[in-house]
C-alpha cells in the first residue's frame, strides 16, 4: 500500500452517518449495510475525498489518543475488511 | 387471480383518513398522478395545523378515525411537519407518511422525538437500482431514499416500501423485493401504474397479460419472503363487493385545500377533466355533513361497478381491465381519463361543482 494510491469506494455503496458519530455503508449491489464506528467512518471519508494515508492518519491521531504506527494498523486493517466486501476497488500490495 | 394468491395490502378496516400535506414537490416523476401545475407552479399550500387538527378531531367524533396517512406532494416539505407529529401524538392518534425520501433527514428528528405516533413510514421507489430510480426522480434520489431506509432500519422506526408496477418496473420485481427486505422494510407494497395521459398508457402500463404475470410474480414473492408483499387494490379483481377502503367506507381523502375527496389517488389527478370525487370544502363546512354525502358517493360507486361488472358478464362473458381493475374503473367513471372519454360516456356519474374557499 502506497501513499498515492489509496483505493476508491465503490459507486454502489453508500454512506450514511449518525448523531452519535458512527456510520452505515449501504451495499445496494449486495444489498447489504455495513455499520461503522467513528474511526471507519472518518477513514471511509478520507477514501471518498481521495485523501492520501499520511493525511488520513494525521486525521486519526488528531482526533484519538493513538500513535502514527496504530493508525497506520487500523487504516490497513479496514482496507483489507472493505476489499474483503468488495466495498472499495482492489489494493495495490 | 384471488386474495389467497395476491395477498391485497394498505386496505385493513382501521378507519383512517389521508391529507395531503402539500400541493408542492421537490421531485418531477413524469408519470405522478397529481397535477404537475399544482406540483411545480401553482402558488404552495401547506396545510394549516389549525384546520388539520379540527378535521381529525372531527373525524374522529363521526367515524372512529385514529389513523391519519399524510401524502402530498411531498408531505416532508411542510415547514411545520414536527408540529404535526406533535398534535398527532398529542390526540392520541397514529399516523404515516409517504415519501420520496429527499428531506428525510429534515423529517428524521420529528419522527423520532414522536415516534409514539408514528405507525410507518412509506419510501417510495422507482428501481432497485440508482439508475433506474433516478431516471424518473433525479440524480441522487436513490442514494438519499436508501439512506433514509438505513436510518429508519437502524433507529428502528418502521417503514415499508411502495414501488410502481410499470413497463420498466416489472423485469425488477424480485429485485425490488429482496432490496427491501434486506433493507428491513416491514412490507412492500407494489401498485399498478394509473394512467395520465395516452402516451403514459402506451408507454408505461402493461397489457393485461403483462399484469397477470407481474400479479403472479408478486403473489409468488409473497409466499418466498417474510416480509408481506401485495399488491394496492388496482389489480384485476371482479368481486362486486367494495374493492378498497374508501369505497367500503373505511376511508377518505382531505386535499391541501382542505377539500373532503374520496380518494387520494383521485385527488388532483393530472389531466382530468372532471373531479366528481371532491364532496366538499371542510374549511366551510363541518366534516360531518360532508362525511355523509362522501358515503353516498361510494355507495353509488359501489353500485356502478356492480352493474358494469354485471353487464360485460352477461354481453361478452368477460370483464376488460378497466371494469374488472376498481382503480381504473374510478378513474375512468370519475372524468380522470379524458382521452379515453368515448369508452367512459356510458359509465360517467354527473359532475359536481365545489367551491373553495381559495377561490380556486
Ligand atoms: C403522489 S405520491 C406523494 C408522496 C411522495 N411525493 C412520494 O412520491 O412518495 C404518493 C405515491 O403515489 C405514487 N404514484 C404517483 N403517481 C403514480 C401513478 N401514476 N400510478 C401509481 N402510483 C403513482 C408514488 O410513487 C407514491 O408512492
Ligand atoms: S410521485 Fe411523489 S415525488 Fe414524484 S412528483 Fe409525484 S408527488 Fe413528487
Ligand atoms: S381509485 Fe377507487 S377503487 Fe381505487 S382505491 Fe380509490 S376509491 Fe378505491
Known sequence: ?93 | MNDSALRRIGEDDTPRITIELTNRCNLHCDYCVRDDDALHRSPAHFFPLDLLRRIVTEAREVCGVNYVSFTGGEPALHPQFGEILAMVEAEGLQCGFVTNGWFFDRAQSAVLRHRAAVRVVAFSLDGATAESHDRWRGEGSFARVMRALAQCHFHGVPFIVKAGIRRDTSPQLEQIALLAARMGASALHFSHLMPTSQTVETELALTFAERQRAEQEIAILGRILKMPVGVAVGYYNVDPAPPCSALSGASCNVDYRGRLTLCCNLAGYRGAANEPDVIADLTREDFASAYARLRDLAGEQVARRRAALSAQTQDEGKVDLYAGSPCLFCLQSFGKLPWRAAIARSASPAPQTVSSATGE
Open chain 1, 1 to 93: 500500500m502506497t501513499n498515492l494510491s489509496l483505493p476508491k469506494p465503490h459507486a454502489h455503496v453508500i454512506v450514511t452517518d449518525f448523531d452519535d458519530g458512527e456510520g452505515v455503508l449501504i451495499d445496494v449491489q449486495a444489498r447489504r449495510y455495513y455499520q461503522l464506528n467513528e474511526t471507519a467512518l472518518l477513514i471511509w471519508r478520507g477514501l471518498e475525498q481521495n485523501q492520501p494515508l499520511p493525511q488520513i492518519i494525521s486525521q486519526l491521531t488528531a482526533s484519538y489518543e493513538v500513535s502514527a504506527e496504530q493508525a497506520a494498523e487500523s487504516v490497513r486493517r479496514l482496507l483489507a475488511a472493505l476489499e474483503d466486501h468488495k466495498l472499495i476497488g482492489a489494493l495495490r500490495q
